[in-house]
């Protein structure tokens, strides 16, 4: 599995912006896709993750500003970031986990946000 993300770039605060990871390869193997950010100097962490069931979860921070989605005609996945915030500073990356398990990570976009 491949993963490809974009998206990412500089926002003032408030704004939005929508990150997509394209999925190539064994897709059909894909159990989830998930979407971790790390900030500088702070553990990784994850921010949204969605299912091939299409169930999805959040982490706390982002709950009702971020919204995961996903195109299985196109093998992409979508974070829609609204009222973004300084703190949601970080490089974001996508990542992929299947059946067997495995996981897969695409490069990171940036994401900053001014204040």
């Known amino acids: 599995v491949q993963l490809q993300a974009s998206g990412g770039g500089l926002v003032q605060a408030g704004g939005s912006l929508r990150l997509s990871c394209a999925a190539s390869?064994?897709?059909?193997?894909?159990?989830?896709i998930g979407w971790s950010r790390q900030a500088p100097g702070k553990q990784r962490e994850l921010v949204a993750i969605i299912s091939s069931s299409g169930s999805t979860n959040y982490a706390d921070s982002v709950k009702g500003r971020f919204t995961i989605s996903r195109d299985n005609a196109k093998n992409t996945v979508f974070l829609q970031m609204n009222s973004l915030k300084p703190e949601d500073t970080a490089v974001y990356y996508c990542?992929?986990?299947?059946?067997?398990?495995?996981?897969?990570w695409g490069q990171g976009t940036q994401v900053t946000v001014s204040s």
């Open positions: 990542n992929a986990r299947t059946m067997p398990l495995r996981h897969y």
């Open positions: 390869g064994s897709t059909f193997s894909i159990a989830a």
